[in-house]
């Protein structure tokens, strides 16, 4: 069960090599949380995630789940909530992909959109049912500030996001008033294995900063936690710039 | 003489069930629980029985994630929720069986509130034996949290005078429980996790008056406090003092200790002689529904207990007070528990026993220096404690204070204070907890082992269950 400070007593991460991820496991094992299940495709990634958590003292399982193939994803989740209840799902898993070379191959920009948002869809549902047949949980899902608004250098993650938050969005609406708390956390840039290489943009952040941020949203019951928080009102600036100037902004 | 009592229309609650309990609906749907403190919801079907015959058929129906009996939902974590289950709202189990008027002894539902006992009992001057600091809390309620109130160092816990209860089981099965018997142990201050009480027969407090003497002093900081507190506590009934945990440096611990007897006959001025069991409760309007988060902050804090304790006068003795005035001063503003916002409240109880002291002294150093903007904390000193296997008093020293959820780096300050309590032998509150490490609780409740294992034994399929129950696996 979650305490009073919305803490949970057990974990579930999906995308369990996310540095998000690990970072907000770490952050809750030191708390509350006791048993966390990590879920991702074999790997040693994996593997050496699930030891540092136990290193920790967590009781820490891995379960095998591919964003990739929704078919697989009832049985891979069915599995963990029949071992007991869960409280508090991270939907961490995502792809960043490389706009220019997806542009020049729709394969591989489909590959994205099928992670980032397909994969999120089935497992988001599934996870959301058994979250409400259990009357209570959090589901915590990783959004990005690059859904918010369109942009020519990362448009095909950014629309995959922008599909994930409203997806959500909607999502912690049906599930409001059913005991579910269903929370979009909207990270800037995180510097990470994921932007490694990249230009650092303005307001960058770390995974332990989200990760801190998640902790707060969750002591809030917060529905949207924008990391850092002043994103919150840079981008509803942002959303109002005309698109022949918001074309020109070095953003 | 027992007398056949008593014209028990449906309790009409000045003050409501919790907001997150539509009163009198048997839900389809789940609906969203929470405790008095308003933190961790989840959600759970709502089954209202009007009959012991209603209530039997619920718990067999219940479904695999059980039930949990709920009164006025004044518990303040989350002891009467049950996440994905059904949850037993008793308040339909109001009626008032028999009143033995002259022996005082009150045979009742576990639904019915202590405010209606006041408003039937008093005025055959007979009053409850224990009540906390809120009237609305059912009988069942006071059995499964095993109440205290301020007179714990003269009569004990509310289960030293139940003289009986009819408890339904696991097994669909209603047993008479009585004292001296394992399962009365087990089951008051067990938290519901026995099974739901139906009913319990009450030993009473005879009364001349409805009126209360009160006797105020202030101690200017917390060794004073200590001091005036065991030199004089025996020669009164009630006893409890308010302290300022916001104040730091040598007033650190300054507090206003209140004591009070119920007020003979004489002590009447004569036009209150005419009617000197009078229960009238004054109402003021309900807290607003939707609080801004943070109002209740360090600065506003500080404000409101410099001026309650300048208010309190240096000694004052025989002040008249009614019984709401003295016991229950919050029941008159309605949902008062919203004025702590969204992220609700904690309410931490400890009780040290003593010798402990020091253990305590560091405490109330530490939430000084914290900086907890508590305005509600109350210390008192606890007598013998009662049999319960989970029954939260011992003799001591007990402290109680409210702090908003929200409070950045409260979990990990609360946890520190848990250590301090654990080390030192005392314990927590359950009635009150939303917080507690579970690897605690059997260091803090030693008859834990004899509890589990008699649910085990009585209740094998974990019929009775909540999202307490869950968190401390108890």
């Known amino acids: 069960m979650k305490d009073a400070f919305g803490t949970p007593q057990t974990l579930l991460v999906l995308g369990g090599t996310s540095e998000i991820g690990l970072a907000t496991a770490r952050r809750l094992v030191a708390r509350r949380t006791r048993t966390v299940w990590l879920a991702g495709r074999p790997s040693p990634a994996l593997d050496s995630a699930a030891a540092g958590l136990r290193e920790l003292g967590a009781d820490v399982r891995t379960v095998v789940f591919d964003a990739l193939n929704p078919s697989g994803h009832e049985e891979a989740l069915g599995k963990v909530f029949a071992e007991g209840d869960i409280d508090m ?20 920009a489909v590959r994205v959109a099928q992670t980032n948002y397909t994969g999120a869809v089935s497992s988001g549902l599934i996870c959301a049912g058994a979250l409400q047949a259990q ?27 922008a599909g994930l938050d409203t997806f959500t969005q909607g999502l912690g609406d049906a599930l409001h008033g059913t005991g579910v708390h269903v929370m979009v956390v909207r990270p800037g840039f995180v510097r990470s294995r994921m932007t490694a290489g990249l230009v650092e943009a303005p307001l960058a952040t770390t995974p332990d900063q989200v990760a801190q941020a998640i902790e707060k949203g969750l002591r809030r019951r917060s529905e949207t936690v924008w990391v850092p928080g002043v994103l919150r009102v840079v981008m509803s600036a942002l959303r109002h710039v005309p698109r022949p100037l918001f074309r020109r902004l070095p953003v | 003489m027992s007398a056949e009592c008593v014209p028990v229309a449906p309790a009409e609650h000045a003050a409501p069930t919790s907001p997150a309990t539509p009163s009198g609906r048997d839900g389809d749907l789940p609906v969203p629980v929470t405790g008095w403190g308003r933190t961790a919801p989840s959600a759970a079907l709502l ?25 006025l939902g004044r518990a303040y974590g989350d002891a009467a929720q049950n996440a994905g289950g059904a949850v037993l709202d008793t308040t339909g189990l109001d009626r008032i069986r028999t009143i033995d008027a002259e022996g005082g002894v009150v045979v009742c539902d576990a639904g019915v509130s202590l405010h209606r006992l006041m408003e039937v009992l008093l005025p055959l001057g007979w009053f409850v034996p224990v009540t906390p600091g809120t009237r609305y809390v059912t009988v069942g309620g006071a059995v499964g949290a095993d109440i205290h109130g301020k007179n714990h160092h003269v009569s004990g816990s509310f289960s030293r005078h139940v003289l009986s209860l009819e408890l339904l089981t696991a097994d669909g099965e209603v047993r008479t429980v009585v004292p001296g018997t394992e399962l009365f142990d087990a089951t008051t201050g067990g938290m519901g996790l026995t099974g739901v009480v139906l009913s319990a027969t009450v030993r009473l407090h005879p009364v001349e008056t409805s009126l209360m003497s009160v006797d105020t002093e202030r101690a200017g900081d917390l060794d004073d406090l200590m001091a005036r507190l065991t030199a004089h506590d025996d020669r009164h009934r009630y006893s409890v003092a308010w302290i300022d945990l916001v104040a730091r440096g040598a007033a650190t611990g300054r507090a206003v200790l209140t004591r009070g007897e119920h007020a003979p006959l004489d002590a009447l001025p004569a036009r209150a002689r005419r009617r000197p ?3 009238r409760p004054r109402q003021f309007p309900p807290a607003p529904a939707f609080v801004p988060e943070g109002l209740l902050g360090r600065a506003s804090v500080s404000l409101f207990n410099e001026l309650w304790y300048r208010r309190a006068p240096r000694a004052r003795r025989g002040q008249l007070q009614s019984i709401p005035a003295f016991f229950h001063p919050l029941d008159g503003v309605p949902h008062w528990n919203r004025v702590y916002g969204r992220s609700g409240f904690v309410q931490y109880q400890f009780v040290v026993g003593h010798g402990q002291e020091e253990a305590l002294r560091t405490i109330v150093r530490r939430v000084a220096r914290h900086g907890c903007p508590s305005f509600l904390a109350v210390l008192k000193r606890f007598g013998e404690g009662d049999p319960g296997w989970l029954s939260f008093p011992m003799p001591g020293w007990t402290l109680a204070l409210d702090v908003p959820a929200g409070l950045p780096g409260l979990g990990p300050f609360l946890d520190g204070l848990d250590q301090v309590v654990a080390d030192c032998g005392g314990r927590v509150y359950l009635a009150k907890d939303s917080r507690l490490r579970p690897e605690l609780l059997s260091v803090m409740y030693p008859g834990l082992d004899r509890f589990r294992a008699l649910r085990a034994r009585l209740d094998p399929r974990g019929v009775f269950v909540s999202d307490l129950s869950r968190r401390l696996s108890l």
């Open chain 1, 89 to 108: 799902v991270l939907l961490a898993f995502g792809v960043l992909g490389d706009q220019a070379h997806d542009e020049a191959r729709p394969l591989d």
């Open chain 1, 135 to 161: 009357g209570h949980g959090s589901l915590v899902v990783l959004s990005s500030v690059a859904g918010e608004r369109a942009r020519r250098a990362n448009f095909i993650y950014g629309s995959s996001k």
């Open chain 2, 47 to 71: 089954v209202r029985p009007r009959t012991h015959e209603e209530a039997v058929a619920a718990v067999h129906r219940c479904g695999n994630r059980g039930t949990i009996a709920r009164g």
């Open chain 2, 277 to 279: 069991l009078e229960f």
